[in-house]
């Protein structure tokens, strides 16, 4: 004991000291310590919670997003194949367009030959009748001076019934 009185360590104080530290130790342990181990064990409990429902939420967003990439090419497909639709009705529809009117250009060709060869005809049969006119005109005043008029008549008459026969 000389030693620790050498060193100035009191056995009594020390003692003291060690019964102090006991039981502050036990008051700790028991009232401080166990509170604080079970905050810390909720909140571990909390963050393992939490890191489940964030891999849960991971893997619900990985599943929406690939259910998106699917729903888009899906649209994408559709879209292509109205397009393509729409595209070859388009084309059948300038195609029916394109047989109606040349069906009218033919109609209206064959109506306007029709209609030529029909003036065609009336101007020939107008151009006959205004020829027989001035032929016979001809005749009358060419024969005037020549013969007599029954005789003119009869000539003026078979120059009529030729020209007749003619047209």
Do not use: C, H, W
């Not at 104080?13 to 079970?38: H, M, T, W």
């Not at 090419?73 to 639709?85: C, G, I, M, N």
């Not at 529809?93 to 394109?98: A, F, K, T, W, Y």
């Amino acid at each position: 004991m000389e030693i620790l009185k050498n060193f100035g360590v009191d056995p009594f104080l020390v003692g003291a000291q060690i019964l102090n530290f006991l039981i502050i130790f036990y008051l700790l342990k028991r009232f401080l310590y166990k509170p604080v181990l079970e905050m810390l064990k909720k909140r571990q409990d909390k963050i393992k919670e939490g890191l489940k429902q964030a891999e849960e939420a991971r893997i619900t967003l990985e599943k929406t997003l690939e259910e998106e990439k699917k729903i888009l090419t899906k649209a994408q497909d559709e879209a292509r194949k109205l397009v393509e639709s729409a595209r070859e009705q388009a084309k059948e529809v300038s195609r029916e367009i394109e047989d109606n009117t040349k069906q009218q250009a033919e109609k209206i060709l064959l109506d306007a030959r029709s209609q030529i060869e029909q003036d065609a005809k009336r101007i020939e049969e107008e151009l006959g009748n205004k020829i027989s006119v001035l032929a016979k005109q001809m005749l009358e005043k060419s024969l005037q001076g020549v013969f007599g008029e029954k005789e003119q008549k009869k000539i003026l008459d078979n120059a009529i019934k030729n020209i007749e026969k003619t047209n």
